[in-house]
């Protein structure tokens, strides 16, 4: 391992959510980033380049056929993994196996053979794996954990959870390599799988059953073709109908999307603004789900990635009253083609348009419902991704502190193997609900898990 004063990091995959992992680790005096891994050496230059900004040396730039030899040559002490989901363990077997610590973006993986694997290796080397589910961090999330672990409604006895997209972010999934389960899994395993880590972490409990249905009905040729949305191109870049087409992307635009994907193309092939409407695509849009957990509480969950509003409603129902949350990420829309984030995002990382709040409401039985005060920030998701860093990483300054004094105030937020596993589970599960009709045990398809 590394005889320097700073930790070595890998971070693996150079796309878009990756910055967040290369700027964090870049600010904090105890880790260096010191090797970059994708098929693009277009975007490994993007990150070199902020690694300059940052005063910080260039890294090793490594392709991911030879990943393992990277990580002897570096010397390599932890990994960061931002690549497509399907790829995610590719570089996390072998980081376990070199001794790194290992750090992955959410889903930890797409499938349960490859979730197996994940696991077998944590137990076989005894190494660390933390997948990041940033919402944990969010401090209303925090504050709601805390009231449910404390008794407010007494014994939780069922959940309801509805989550919206709105047409700009949900159209999003549908543009890229997200729009193909074999890379992403499908929306309950990429998207979802943020939302059921946080019932499992909020209830305190395991996923044993799960039932749904799920359907495309708004995105892809034949829904495009029924609703008067489709237009004729494949690809936003260069296509005259595509000008005008609110579900289009504009990757000429801004700045990072130009240079992450669009002077990248050379590279790989790959096209990062797909038309919507066009195939293939092999997800669904539209997703309904009762899940039920080992002590007996039942949840319904309503994933939507096609509506005017985005945010979320969340409702528990317990022996002695009742919590609610709704939180307004974005309360409608306008149509646009562009975008003007310096990070280029279309989701999560900066305030949305026309964001509104949060409100937490608990209703105890024989009594007047209950305010409860928040602390919300619309910045990147939530405030959960600085509070994430610093939890994962330390803070920037460590004579400050971190960002957050009550991180892990309502239990350690962190999410290991286990959990990553629990929250896959259900929408693998879901998966096979959407395939066979039939209700199905997360047991059966993840049983490394217990």
């Given at each position: 391992?590394?005889?320097?004063?700073h930790?070595?990091?890998?971070?693996?995959?150079?796309?878009?959510r990756?910055?967040?992992?290369?700027?964090?680790?870049?600010?904090?005096?105890?880790?260096r980033?010191?090797?970059?891994?994708?098929?693009?050496?277009?975007r490994?230059?993007?990150?070199n380049?902020?690694?300059?900004?940052?005063?910080e040396?260039?890294?090793?730039q490594?392709?991911?056929?030879?990943?393992?030899?990277?990580l002897?040559?570096?010397?390599?002490?932890?990994?960061?993994?931002?690549?497509?989901?399907?790829?995610?363990d590719?570089?996390i077997?072998p980081?376990?196996q070199?001794?790194?610590?290992?750090?992955?973006?959410?889903?930890?993986?797409?499938?349960?053979?490859?979730?197996?694997?994940?696991?077998?290796?944590?137990?076989?080397?005894?190494?660390?794996?933390?997948?990041?589910?940033?919402?944990?961090?969010?401090?209303?999330?925090?504050?709601?954990?805390?009231?449910?672990?404390?008794?407010?409604i007494?014994?939780?006895?069922?959940?309801?959870?509805?989550?919206?997209?709105?047409?700009?972010?949900?159209?999003?999934?549908?543009?890229?390599?997200?729009?193909?389960?074999r890379?992403?899994?499908?929306?309950m395993?990429?998207?979802?799988?943020h939302?059921?880590?946080?019932?499992?972490?909020?209830?305190?409990d395991?996923?044993?059953e799960?039932?749904?249905?799920?359907?495309?009905g708004?995105?892809?040729?034949?829904a495009?073709?029924?609703?008067?949305?489709?237009r004729?191109?494949?690809?936003?870049h260069?296509?005259?109908?595509?000008?005008?087409?609110?579900?289009?992307?504009?990757l000429?635009?801004?700045?990072?999307l130009?240079?992450?994907?669009?002077?990248?193309?050379r590279d790989?092939?790959?096209?990062?603004d797909?038309n919507?409407?066009?195939?293939p695509?092999?997800?669904e849009?539209?997703?309904?789900?009762?899940?039920?957990?080992a002590r007996g509480?039942?949840?319904?969950?309503?994933?939507t990635?096609?509506?005017?509003?985005?945010?979320?409603?969340?409702?528990?129902?317990?022996?002695?009253?009742?919590l609610e949350?709704?939180?307004?990420?974005?309360r409608?829309?306008?149509?646009r083609?562009?975008?003007t984030?310096?990070?280029g995002?279309?989701?999560?990382?900066?305030?949305a348009?026309?964001?509104g709040?949060?409100?937490?409401?608990?209703?105890p039985?024989?009594?007047?419902?209950?305010?409860?005060?928040?602390?919300?920030?619309?910045?990147?998701?939530?405030?959960?991704?600085?509070r994430?860093l610093?939890?994962?990483?330390?803070?920037?300054?460590?004579?400050?502190g971190?960002?957050?004094?009550?991180?892990?105030?309502a239990?350690?937020?962190?999410?290991?193997?286990?959990?990553?596993?629990?929250?896959?589970?259900v929408?693998i599960?879901a998966?096979?609900?959407?395939?066979?009709?039939?209700?199905?045990?997360?047991?059966?398809l993840?049983?490394?898990?217990?």
């Open positions: 391992m590394s005889r320097t004063p930790l070595r990091a890998a971070v693996v995959g150079t796309g878009h990756a910055q967040l992992f290369t700027r964090a680790l870049a600010a904090r005096p105890g880790h980033v010191a090797a970059l891994c994708d098929p693009s050496p277009t490994m230059a993007f990150h380049r902020l690694l300059a900004e940052a005063g040396p260039a890294a090793a490594g392709e991911p056929e030879h990943f393992a030899r990277l002897a040559e570096e010397d390599i002490d932890e990994v960061v993994v931002t690549t497509v989901d399907a790829e995610h590719r570089y077997v980081a376990l070199a001794g790194c610590r290992v750090v992955t973006e959410k889903p930890m993986t797409v499938d349960a053979d490859r979730c197996a694997r994940i696991l077998d290796t944590v137990r076989a080397t005894g190494n660390s794996l933390t997948v990041a589910f940033n919402y944990r961090f969010n401090p209303v999330h925090e504050k709601v954990r805390a009231l449910l672990a404390d008794g407010a007494g014994e939780i006895l069922s959940v309801h959870f509805e989550w919206l997209l709105d047409t700009r972010h949900g159209a999003d999934y549908f543009r890229r390599w997200h729009r193909e389960k890379h992403s899994g499908g929306l395993v990429h998207k979802a799988s939302h059921f880590d946080l019932v499992n972490w909020w209830l305190a395991e996923p044993q799960v039932f749904g249905y799920g359907r495309l708004f995105y892809g040729p034949a495009g073709e029924r609703h008067g949305l489709r004729d191109y494949t690809r936003a260069g296509a005259g109908q595509a000008a005008d087409d609110p579900f289009a992307l504009d000429a635009s801004d700045d990072t130009r240079a992450l994907y669009l002077d990248a193309e790989d092939g790959y096209l990062r797909r919507v409407f066009d195939g695509v092999t997800i849009d539209d997703m309904a789900l009762v899940v039920r957990h509480a039942t949840m319904t969950y309503h994933l990635a096609y509506s005017p509003w985005e945010g979320y409603r969340v409702m528990f129902n317990g022996s002695a009253g009742r949350l709704e939180v307004e990420e974005s409608w829309q306008a149509p083609t562009r975008i984030s310096a990070s995002a279309l989701h999560g990382d900066t305030a348009d026309h964001a709040g949060a409100r937490l409401t608990l209703r039985l024989w009594q007047p419902p209950v305010d409860v005060p928040l602390v919300t920030d619309h910045e990147a998701h939530g405030g959960g991704d600085p994430m610093d939890a994962l990483f330390g803070p920037v300054d460590p004579g400050v971190p960002v957050s004094e009550d991180v892990g105030a239990g350690h937020p962190t999410a290991t193997e286990r959990d990553g596993a629990l929250a896959l589970g929408g599960a998966n096979r609900c959407f395939e066979t009709g039939q209700p199905v045990r997360v047991r059966d993840i049983p490394g898990a217990w």
